[in-house]
């Protein structure tokens, strides 16, 4: 099965900066690659996703950038706001099979 | 459009009893799935459906939970008898379709096992 893993656990910010999380798969066929942010007692969504065929995302201050051949692609969030805090997954997806979520990386972001 | 709609939203029940939790996918999706994210972690996939019919429940424990669609839009979920480890939030998500569509999720059931 796909094994996700991200990467920090957890990360602290001052407001302003940048933030990046890094999330690796194992399995090639890797074809879709999602981040959710889940706020802390609400439910996930989608913020970002890109497909196999791009290199790069972005929208506003998010962005997302895939690397293929290396297996792995990164979140950025740059100009870091409080309301940024909260945990974000990855969640690749192999053809048919269900997203693997990763276990999280809980951001916060300090005024 | 209106989101996915969940219930209930909390649930305490002592452990060997039962419990049921129905979820109401956005219209039009076709894709449904149920995960279970137990505090602090990811979470994990139990069920996915493909309208009526099951895609993938490799990860359900199948000896004790139970899910069903009936005719392809609400489904159910059951738990039967519950475990102490089975206290976690359920959460319902739907899809357009099972490759490129992002999943919208419910608000969630929060399960208590005492």
């Known amino acids: 099965g796909e094994n996700v893993e991200q990467h920090p656990s957890t990360l602290s910010v001052q407001e302003g900066d940048s933030a990046v999380i890094k999330c690796t798969y194992s399995d090639s066929a890797s074809n879709y690659f999602p981040w959710y942010k889940q706020e802390l007692g609400k439910r996930p969504q989608l913020i970002i996703d890109?497909?196999?065929?791009?290199g790069e995302k972005k929208d506003q201050r998010i962005a997302v950038t895939l690397n293929k051949t290396a297996k792995h692609f990164s979140l950025h969030i740059t100009e870091t706001q409080p309301e940024d805090s909260a945990v974000y997954f990855c969640?690749?997806?192999?053809?048919?099979?269900?997203?693997?979520f990763g276990k999280g990386t809980r951001l916060s972001v300090i005024a | 459009e209106a989101g996915v709609a969940q219930s209930p939203r909390y649930k305490i029940i002592e452990k060997r009893q039962s419990v049921a939790f129905w979820c109401n996918p956005i219209?039009?999706?076709?894709?449904l799935y149920w995960y279970q994210q137990i505090l602090g972690q990811g979470p994990k996939l139990l069920i996915q459906?493909?309208?009526?019919?099951?895609?993938?429940d490799s990860q359900l424990p199948k000896d004790r939970f139970s899910a069903e669609r009936l005719k392809g839009v609400d489904s159910t979920l059951k738990i039967q008898p519950a475990k102490l480890e089975d206290s976690a939030v359920y959460l319902c998500a739907s899809s357009l379709d099972p490759q490129y569509s992002p999943l919208h999720f419910g608000n969630g059931t929060r399960l208590t096992v005492t």
């Open positions: 459906f493909q309208n009526n019919g099951v895609v993938d």
């Open positions: 890109i497909r196999s065929n791009v």
């Open positions: 219209s039009g999706h076709a894709t």
């Open positions: 969640a690749p997806l192999i053809g048919n099979t269900p997203l693997v």
